[in-house]
Structures are given as C-alpha cells and as structure tokens.
C-alpha cells in the first residue's frame, strides 16, 4: 500500500486544506489528491485560478476537499456543467475529476460530444474499475466475466476501452498514469495543465474495499511507461496502444497527443471571458429596429 | 373592422412567404396584425395553412374563418369551403383540377396568363401578396419593399413583377386605418429571445425541438452582434447543466426547450435550486404525453412544471398571454432568478410561440438589469447563508479573493457536504421562506371586462387573447362578463383572488387542457372552487368564437 500524504503536504500550499475525507483508508483517490494539490502550486496556480468541477461518486467528494473553487454536479453530468463554466469563464483553470461510472455510465453520452467541442479541460477518471459509493457493482471498465457484488455470475457487456474511445473521437490529450506512482501522474497532470483543449487522464486507481482483483499489486505488475521514443502523435499507433491492458501489459504515458483548435478559439468573437461583457437592457435597438 | 386571411397549402409551397410579406405590408399601411400556423410535423407536403386576423383596432387572437382565402394548390381549393366565411371570397389559380368543387365566390387566376410573366411554379402566392395589399387598399410602391437578401436579383425582381400583377387584378375593399407608428411585428419565439437579450443573456444552450427551436434560431442568427454564445447540446440535460455551469459563473443563462426536452431537465432544475444558481428555462408546450402533436398546441404542462424534481424548494413559473408580455416577462424572470437564486421557468406554448403579432416597440428604457451581487470581499462571506432569502451572490472571480463551492448536496453555509439534522432544516426553511416572500413579489392577475359581472372566467398564459375578445363579444351580445388572467402562474398566494371573488358570481375556469390544471392549484392554494369550466385539448387553440359558444351552454347552468 502507498500512503505519500505526508511527503507530499506542504505547509505553503494554498491548496491543501485539513478537511476529513469520507474516503477508505487505503483509498487510491488520496494519492491523486495529494498529487493534484502539489501539481496545482507547483505549476504556479492560484486558489482563484482553479476551479475544480465533479459529479457524484467517491472521486467527486474531490472538490470539497481542495482549497479552491468547487462545482459539485450531479451524477455524469460534470462535463456539461465544466462546458458552461467554461464558456462562462475562460480564465479559470478546470479540473475535472470523476470515476468511471460517472465519466463512461452515466456521462457518456456528454464525454463524447465534448471531445468533439475540444473544450479546455483537465479530465482526471478515477477507474478503480467498480462502483465505490453504492458499493460494489460492475462499472464500464470491469472486465466481461468479472465477479461483483451485484453481478454474482460475473458480467455480462464487455468493458469499454476508454482510451482507444477517447481517441477515436479525436480527443486531443489522451494519457494514462495510476494512484500508485505519484511521480508519473504529476509528470501527466502538468502535461495535460499545458494542453489547449480536452485532456483526458485515466488513472487506475484500486478500490480496497470493493475490487479485490484490480489491487495495487495487479496494476504494478502490469504498468509499463511507453518508450522515450514513443511518437504520440500518431494516431493509428496510438490505438494500437490503447488496445493493451491486462496481463500483456499496460502502457502509462501520453498514448495521443493532437494540438488543435480549442472550442473557445472557435468563438473568435469573444474576445475576453464572457462573464465580464457588460449588457445593457437597450443593446436589442438595433434588432428592433429590422423587426418595424 | 376585422378581416382574416388563411393561406393554405402544402409545406414547401410559399405559405411562410406569402405570409410574410402579407404580415409586413399590411402592417406598414397602419394595420394590426395576429397570425398563427397550422401546420402539420412534416418538412414538405401535407396541408399547413397561416391564419392571419387583420384590424383597425388591436388584434388579439385569430379567427377561425377567412374573408380571403388563398389556395395554393387542389387540396386547399377542397378544404376553402369549410373554412370561410359567408360572402368569403377564393382565390386560387383557374387550373387547379378540384375548381369546381368550390361554389362560392371567387377570384380565378389566370395560370396561363401568368405564365407570360414567370414559369415560377410558387409565383401564384406573389401573385396573392399584391392582390392581398391592394384588397385592403395599400399602395401599389409599397410592393418595392418586396425584397429578401437571401435570394437571387432576378428572383426578387420576379417576385415584385408577380405582385405587382396580382395588384392590378384585384378591386380595393378597404382603406388603411392610419399611418403606421413605431410598430415592430414578432412572435412569441422571438419576443422570449429579446427579452433574454436586454436582460443580458450571455449564453443560451439548447437542443432543437419544436416549437421552441424558434429561439435558438433567433439567438444564434444575432450571436455575433450580440456577443453572446450560443450552442446546440447533445441533448437536453447537457442544454440545462451546461446554462447552470455557466449561471453559477456570473453568465445569464438559459435553455429552451418543449415538454418532452424539459422531461429531461427534471434533474438540473432540482440541482439549481439546491445549488442557488439563477437559472431560466423555457418551456414552450406542445401536446403531450411523449411525442404527442409536435406541431400543436396544449396548456398541459402546468402540474408538471411546478412541482418538477424531486425534493422541496422555491420556484417561480411565469406564462407570457402576449407576444409583448413574452418579452416583458422574460426579461424579469432573469431578475427574479437572480434576486431569489431559483430556477425560473417560462410557459410558453405553441400558440405564443408561433403567433405573429404587430405591437408597440419595446419601451427597453424603462428595464433595469439587477443582479443583486455582492461585489465586495467580506471576509465573513457565507455563499449559502441560511438567513439569506435574496441576494448577496457571489460567483467565482467576483472578488479577487473570495472562494466559491457550488454544491448539489445538503450542505453548510459554506457549500459543505453535511448530514447533520440542524442544518438540514436550516436549508429547508430557507427554501420555505424564500417561496412566501416570492409569492408578494409576483404580480396580481389582470382584470379585463364588465365591472358589474356575474361571470367570472379565469385563464393564464396565452388563453388571454381570445379568451379577451370573447369577453368583448359576450358583453356586446348583453351579457355581464369579464375576466382575470395570469402571467405569474406560481407559486401563488392565498389572497390572490380575494379582490374578484363575490357570492353570486359564476367562476369559470378557462383553459388549453382537459384537467383544469391551473383551476386545481387556485382551488389548492386559495380555497377559491371554479363551478365551470372551458377546455380546449384537441391540438388546437381556443378562439374567442370556441369560447363564447361554449359560454352560451354553460350560461344558464
């Protein structure tokens, strides 16, 4: 078990608050928290620049546990709710963090179409590959055949492949890291922090409590980092990557990276975030005027 | 006088265009207009017909019957005798193959003659339009003003030649009223649109479904001029989460949709109202259950819409009765919405959305925006103070300093997750307040009519119009009646109908809907019982001829 918690606190980052979390001890999520809060400032962020935005599901509770602004949404809806507040103001930072269920179930119909918006975004999928806050049923990551708390005779859909998903749909940033090396999500978080446009991160994450197959030592095993000489550009070899997860191995690393235009720089007349337009009930003259 | 017109046709023939042009003329010759579709949910073909209603005097709904009826094709010809007047007159093109099934009087077009000006097959309602203008006396210039950008030079030089021609076939009937004033012409769509914009809309989200598309055409068709943006979501719970996402960042939000699209945003209302983000939602209702009649018109959402969501909270539903009390109301429900921090729902419905009618300009000197923020760091900030019933919001970035959590759970003043007891009421009562002090704020229902009534009809939303001129026929014909209609539908307060009600008076609850929704919540909340009641649910909307008719049973219960 890996509990950094305490190397990584430190007592200058704005970030970290004392909060108690509701999390299990052993929990994965406590990693990338502490992760996100030690990326977040060294990356020069302000508290006010930040705006972390959730759904519901044990990696929604992050934003309540961070010193900064919070959007705590309803279940799957966190990406159209990270749309809006982007819209609204391009001048915070988003970060969005959910589980699988949340991100792949429920949300994914607005996962999809988001790609295609490209908005500018920090996406980090917390997949422990279960269900954690109603304990225990199979997620869209759990495995065809899969034993769970619900489905006793194992699954019967297939997991989705939320990467090799992620680029087909011409998401921009699609990575991969996990709870249990720090040093590697912080390495992938800053990168997506760089991308302009829709950063994707899927973290695997073990569920101590309700996934005793997908357990730290499962993950450890099988995580390799891709090859220094690995060309994330390409998009036919990045698919092919994306395939590989299991025993065979899973690689971690930015599979695709894709620079493009972001949704905002596809609005060029708004020329600064759009909450500080300043409007006035007599703007509408001039279309009055085409309606005599 | 009172003239009416129906266009009828097939979808794809030029009945929106003849309409139009027929809407826009004659309101430059100091005519009032009000036009309502009737059309079918098909892009072409079927049988779709524009009704529109003409005046000297202020129009407020359509006839059901037409003093000129213009067909534009065999099956319009079949279907004119039902639908105009005694002494009505046809017109129509002389080789349509149903012509002599018609028998009454008309105005054969000469197909032959005017193929020597256009081989155009829609030239005939051009043809119409300048008949149309000259039977109500207008001036032959005025058909210059026939012009549409989108089209071709040699289109719209055909177009004006056809009008110009159908002019000099026709005898004038009529003569303008007056010259025309400030006057602009919009519908129901438009007028929310506008409403929205002067009260500073940033963004709309919306996904299409008739009839509220209108909207978004509208906002998306002046998003650049405007400044704002407007976008099309992947369906409707991203349309009403991705308003609140941006509402709870400072941005006036909004999303549009019908019945079946504000189904979907159940859930975002309750977490708008947990979560105090001003939201507005319009919804413009079409029959329902599920598909229903997309085209059609219905006042059947009512019930649903007041106590959409799970859970208790304050709300505020405002139904628009007219194209200028849409912009008017719309324009204040984003006041309201960010005064109370609630979700504030308009109720418009097919018939608003889609009624043309000629109006006074908007007087936008006499609106203000309020935004009822708290602009200064306060050290103490609580953004979910439990004592606070109005006011005092912040957003993210408002201040420099000041941290904002947006929260869909019970939480403390700060935003907290928590389960404790204290606060759960403490959030509950807040809500509970907050309805009793929005119910002295929303407006009393106006009255129209007979001071000495004995009838009382009650209506809301758009029912007002033609619920108005059968007040207007019913008191011409001796009666003693008179109206009070609503725009502020809920909540309501228990005095409301206190100033109408006397013992000898006959209630009669008037509505677009088989369950007299509305005459259930007056019952549940004032006490005040209707005796009778008038309802129209085939699709359709009320005239004021339905109305009186139907008055005339009921009138000796």
């Known amino acids: 078990m890996i509990d950094n918690k305490d190397t990584l606190k430190t007592v200058d980052n704005p970030f970290v608050t004392n909060n108690p979390t509701s999390w299990c001890p052993g929990c994965g999520n406590f990693s990338i928290l502490d992760t996100l809060n030690k990326t977040l400032f060294d990356v020069g962020l302000k508290p006010q620049d930040v705006l972390l935005v959730s759904g519901i599901g044990q990696a929604a509770k992050l934003p309540h546990y961070i010193h900064a602004h919070g959007l705590n949404t309803l279940h799957g809806r966190a990406v159209p709710s990270a749309l809006g507040a982007h819209v609204a103001n391009n001048a915070l930072k988003i970060i969005l963090n959910s589980g699988d269920g949340d991100t792949y179930g429920e949300g994914g119909n607005h996962l999809l179409h988001n790609f295609r918006r490209n908005i500018d975004i920090v996406h980090i999928v917390h997949n422990n590959q279960v269900y954690g806050l109603t304990k225990g049923q199979g997620s869209p990551t759990t495995p065809l055949g899969q034993v769970t708390r619900l489905q006793f005779d194992g699954m019967r859909s297939e997991a989705i492949n939320p990467l090799a998903f992620a680029i087909s749909l011409g998401c921009g940033f699609v990575a991969r890291s996990f709870s249990g090396d720090p040093e590697h999500l912080e390495e992938m978080i800053k990168a997506a922090i760089d991308h302009k446009g829709y950063a994707l991160i899927d973290v695997m994450q073990p569920c101590v409590s309700f996934n005793k197959i997908n357990t730290y030592k499962w993950y450890k095993d099988r995580a390799f980092k891709l090859a220094a000489d690995y060309d994330p550009t390409d998009k036919i070899k990045a698919f092919e990557m994306a395939q590989m997860f299991g025993d065979e191995g899973i690689p971690m690393g930015i599979l695709y990276k894709e620079d493009k235009s972001d949704f905002m720089s596809r609005i060029p007349h708004i020329t600064k975030p759009l909450v500080s337009y300043d409007r006035k009930p007599d703007d509408i003259e001039k279309l009055l005027d085409g309606l005599v | ?557």
């Open chain 2, 1 to 557: 006088m009172r003239k009416t017109i129906i266009i009828a046709g097939a979808a794809g023939e030029g009945i929106n265009t003849v309409e139009l042009y027929v809407e826009k003329l004659l309101k430059q010759e100091g005519y009032e207009i009000y036009a309502y579709k009737n059309y079918m949910s098909r892009v072409r073909g079927g049988y779709n017909y524009s009704t529109i209603t003409i005046g000297q005097e202020r129009v407020y709904s359509v006839e059901s019957h037409a003093d000129l009826f213009i067909a534009l094709n065999a099956e319009a010809v079949e279907n004119a005798s039902a639908q105009i007047k005694d002494g009505g007159l046809l017109i129509a093109l002389n080789g349509l193959k149903s012509k002599d099934e018609f028998k009454g009087k008309a105005v054969w077009v000469d197909e032959e003659a005017l193929k020597n000006i256009t081989k155009n097959k829609n030239a005939f309602g051009m043809v119409a339009v300048g008949m149309i203008i000259k039977w109500f006396g207008g001036h032959e210039s005025i058909l210059e003003k026939i012009n549409n950008k989108k089209w071709s030079d040699s289109i719209n030089s055909t177009n004006k030649e056809s009008a110009k021609w159908g002019y000099e076939q026709m005898e004038s009937a009529h003569k303008p009223a007056r010259a025309d004033e400030e006057r602009i012409i919009l519908n129901g769509n438009q007028a929310v649109a506008l409403g929205a914009l002067s009260a500073g809309l940033g963004f709309y989200c919306a996904y299409p479904m008739a009839p509220s598309t209108g909207i978004i055409n509208y906002l998306s068709a002046h998003e650049k001029k405007m400044n704002i943006v407007v976008e099309q979501a992947e369906d409707e719970i991203a349309a009403a989460m991705s308003a609140i996402g941006s509402a709870s960042n400072g941005v006036r939000s909004m999303t549009g949709t019908s019945g079946g699209g504000f189904a979907l945003m159940v859930e975002s209302i309750g977490f708008a109202a947990v979560s105090e983000v001003p939201i507005v939602i319009c919804n413009v209702q079409r029959p329902g259950p599920a598909t229903g009649l997309p085209t059609r018109t219905e006042q059947a959402d009512l019930a649903f819409v007041v106590t959409a969501s799970q859970g208790e909270f304050a709300r505020i539903v405002i139904a628009p009765r007219t194209v200028s009390d849409a912009y008017y109301s719309t324009f204040r429900a984003f006041n309201l919405a960010e005064k109370y921090q609630v979700p504030v729902i308009i109720l418009s419905d097919q018939l608003l959305a889609d009624s043309v009618q000629s109006i006074d300009r908007f007087d936008t000197s006499s609106l203000k925006i309020q935004r009822h923020l708290k602009e200064d760091f306060d050290p103490k900030y609580k953004r979910y103070d439990f004592e606070n019933i109005s006011g005092n919001r912040k957003y993210p970035g408002l201040d420099p300093q000041t941290l904002i959590m947006t929260d869909s759970h019970v939480h403390d003043e700060y935003g907290k997750v928590t389960e404790s007891e204290e606060m759960t009421i403490a959030l509950k009562n807040k809500f509970l307040n907050r309805i009793e002090v929005i119910k002295k704020e929303l407006s009393a229902p106006e009255f129209y009519g007979s001071e000495n009534y004995d009838t009382l009809f009650i209506s809301w939303g758009s029912t007002y119009g033609a619920l108005r001129e059968a007040v207007d026929e019913l008191n011409s014909r001796e009666n003693e009646v008179a109206m009070i209609s609503f725009t502020d539908v809920f909540p309501v307060r228990e005095n409301v109908l206190e100033p109408f009600i006397r013992p000898d008076v006959k209630i009669v609850n008037v509505e677009g809907n088989a369950m007299n929704q509305f005459g259930k919540i007056l019952r549940m909340e004032t006490g005040v019982k209707f005796s009778h009641s008038i309802n129209r649910y085939d699709g359709r909307p009320f005239t004021s001829a339905y109305i009186a008719d139907a008055y005339e049973v009921i009138k000796n219960d």
